[in-house]
């Protein structure tokens, strides 16, 4: 009975106390609401994924040292094994993790609908900006992109930022030199992503105001001329949005290069040298080349808090939860 009730409580979808005092104020405390304590299951589940993924750099290390050093065929086979079983569970783990965020986003998702949805009714033919395209808009648009974030809100940088914290302490403790060259690819970033991020911030909040009053007016034939000039606005603010975004993936791109060639040419100077040895370097060129997929999740899922924060000050703005110098704040802030 006891075990029923708990897998019951478990499929249940997480029903944030939004009802009528509506929508939260802040973006964070929406998801601590419509995800309660499945936020805590996955991130536990996240820390174990991430940990699956780091395991398998010291097997393969281990792999390639037992065959330089003349190491038997059983212990090689063993470790492979291992490493195979590694390999498994981490995949196992993800995929589990991937469908709880998907489901956690999804009830997310439904819960944004329901309280617009309310307020649509409760409001009836007002005639205010969310009885019109707006309210269609967001309904449609804007509670889909604010829910799918959810599921990951939490769950993603534990996973990401937990990994590369633990790839750059295992090089630190095989070799403090070459772990120094290896952040030399993450430190340029550190300069230009924020300062292109809220570049694309400031045009994503534009955009969302343009296709909110272009919904309005589509509605209105008498300024149906005036809707097309706002196509041709949101038009400009999207190629801007694409230039800055791909401009950001040239640069990070680049630095990714240029760090795993410094890499490659100190890790070769000390093993001339005889201070380390090659298995070390073939590890520490694996594990650079695994931290360039966790690093742009890192700044897609920064990049997508920031548009998602913009996007639900916007909701909340014109359900009448947030004031619009709140909004102007977190435009600021991100």
Not at 92 to 106: D, S
Not at 157 to 180: C, N, Q, R
Not at 295 to 314: E, H, I, P, Q, S
Request: aromatic share 6%.
């Amino acid at each position: 009975m006891r075990l029923s009730r708990l897998a019951a409580s478990i499929s249940e979808p997480p029903r944030p106390r939004t009802g009528e005092a509506g929508l939260p104020r802040r973006f964070l405390h929406f998801v601590l609401l419509s995800g309660g304590w499945h936020q805590a299951a996955i991130c536990g589940l996240s820390v174990s994924v991430f940990l699956l993924n780091t395991a398998p750099i010291e097997t393969q290390r281990r792999i390639i040292d037992a065959a330089v050093h003349g190491g038997g065929i059983p212990a090689i086979l063993t470790l492979a094994a291992l490493q195979l079983g590694l390999v498994l569970a981490y995949g196992l783990a993800k995929l589990a993790m991937n469908l709880y965020r998907a489901w956690l986003g999804e009830c997310a998702t439904r819960e944004l609908r329901l309280v617009v949805t309310q307020r649509l009714e409760c409001m009836g033919g007002t005639g205010s900006d969310l009885t019109n395209g707006t309210g269609l808009a967001m309904i449609l648009a804007e509670a889909d992109d604010i829910g799918a974030f959810v599921g990951s809100s939490l769950s993603l940088p534990i996973v990401e930022i937990g990994f590369l914290a633990s790839v750059f302490v295992y090089l630190a403790v095989l070799d403090l030199k070459m772990m120094a060259a290896s952040l030399v690819i993450l430190a340029p970033q550190f300069v230009f992503v924020p300062l292109m991020q809220r570049a694309i911030n400031r045009r994503v909040a534009q955009r969302t105001r343009l296709l909110r009053c272009f919904g309005d007016e589509i509605l209105a034939p008498s300024q149906a001329e005036s809707s097309a000039h706002r196509l041709d606005e949101v038009f400009a603010v999207d190629i801007g949005v694409f230039e800055i975004k791909f401009s950001l993936n040239f640069l990070m791109n680049l630095t990714y290069s240029l760090g795993s060639l410094l890499v490659l040419a100190v890790g070769c100077i000390l093993v001339v040298r005889g201070q380390t040895e090659i298995a070390t370097v073939v590890t520490f060129l694996s594990a650079t080349g695994r931290i360039v997929d966790p690093w742009n999740d890192v700044v897609d899922w920064a990049r997508g808090l920031a548009m998602t924060t913009v996007k639900y000050g916007l909701v909340t703005q014109v359900l009448g939860t947030a004031s619009p110098d709140t909004l102007a704040h977190t435009v600021g802030a991100v």
